[in-house]
């Protein structure tokens, strides 16, 4: 029997499909490019209106990514063991469980895991890596994928990150990249060798 890999997968951008992804790039690139912003820094609304626009901009992540339906065959035949890893801020909970349920995609996932305490994303990303030994991570966001990719962070066995790449950052040069759930999930089926029925 093949063994059971523990995946990681990111909600916006990776299971769920999100248009607000085309709105964040050029915002990344000029921040890169323009601005010269290095740190690895997200934006945090802090006033109801900055969160009322936030609400807004992902409620608008509606739709499940193209490869959800293989994602539950994986979980079904035992071959892999998924973990939401989400780095929404609390006050997005409830419109995450609304999706999953509307979907039936909560029991898709051994555990939900939310950033609780709203730290930066990359860094709750890196703790529940850690702390949930998963094996594969799935993010779209290039600036955490980089962070979390690194040669320093030191995990306890190892860890492929793969990336979902959008328009803008499609040329970048990486080893694990994808245009959507569906190909990174092949790759993973043909890396381990898992059976699938289409
Ligand atoms: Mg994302």
New binding site residues.
């Given amino acids: 029997m093949k063994r059971r890999i523990k995946l990681g997968l990111?909600?916006?951008?990776?299971v769920a499909y999100n248009p607000f992804r085309l709105v964040r790039a050029p915002w990344a690139y000029f921040k890169r490019r323009i601005l010269k912003v290095r740190k690895l820094t997200f934006f945090y609304p802090k006033n109801n209106l900055e969160k009322y626009i936030w609400k807004i901009l992902h409620d608008s992540s509606i739709l499940p990514a193209n490869g959800t339906e293989i994602l539950e065959e994986l979980v079904t035949g035992k071959s892999v063991e998924a973990h939401l890893i989400t780095g929404r801020y609390r006050f997005l909970n409830n419109h995450l469980y609304n999706f999953l349920d509307k979907y039936e995609m909560r029991n898709i996932f051994k555990s939900i895991n939310f950033n609780k305490r709203d730290i930066q994303p990359h860094i709750f990303k890196e703790e529940l890596i850690r702390k949930l030994g998963i094996e594969v991570f799935v993010?779209?966001?290039w600036d955490i994928v980089e962070y979390l990719s690194d040669k320093k962070r030191k995990y306890p066995n190892k860890v492929k990150i793969f990336w979902i790449y959008n328009l803008i950052d499609r040329y970048r040069e990486y080893k694990y990249k994808y245009p959507y759930l569906e190909k990174a999930l092949r790759e993973i089926i043909k890396i381990y060798g898992y059976p699938i029925s289409k």
């Fill in positions: 990111d909600f916006d951008g990776v993010e779209d966001n």
